[in-house]
């Protein structure tokens, strides 16, 4: 990101993604119409890759969450994890890591009891071994990305 007004929109609507053309348009300085064409190219670039809403777990019937740490048991196995464990809804994201473990899982779930049946899920669908955090708190997430110049 070169442009200091894009930056501007990119954080803007980061901190929130329901910000109105007008709204943006007052944070940049710009006029909706500019505002509108930068927003479409942006997204046409692939820089917006698209908006939604976030949900409150507890709401939604979901508050536990953990952490999953998956190792293939047969290191000549396929590095395939990830297609063969995107049909399990409760998986929020899967993260390619460095270290013993391939990936790293965000979960959501119910109950302690779904959790255990998930890990069972995982471990069959996968071929894997598993490492369980339970998250007990979580301070922040959905944090907005604020867009660094690459030009600095």
């Avoid at 442009?3 to 329901?18: K, M, N, P």
């Avoid at 809403?53 to 709401?59: H, K, N, T, V």
């Amino acid at each position: 990101m070169d442009d200091s007004v894009d930056r501007a929109i990119l954080a803007t609507i980061s901190r929130d993604g329901r910000a109105t053309l007008s709204q943006l348009s007052d944070a940049v300085g710009l006029s909706v119409s500019a505002v509108q064409s930068r927003l479409r190219r942006l997204e046409t670039r692939g820089v917006i890759t698209g908006y939604r809403a976030i949900l409150d777990p507890e709401q939604a019937g979901t508050p536990l969450s953990a952490f999953i740490e998956i190792t293939p048991l047969d290191p000549a196995q396929p590095d395939n994890a990830p297609e063969l464990l995107e049909h399990l809804d409760a998986i929020e994201a899967c993260h390619s890591i460095a270290g013993d473990a391939s990936y790293m899982l965000f979960v959501r779930v119910p109950t302690p009891r779904d959790l255990e049946q998930l890990v069972r899920d995982v471990r069959l669908a996968a071929n894997v071994s598993t490492r369980t955090t339970v998250v007990l708190q979580t301070y922040y997430e959905h944090r907005p990305i604020i867009p660094v110049s690459t030009t600095d």
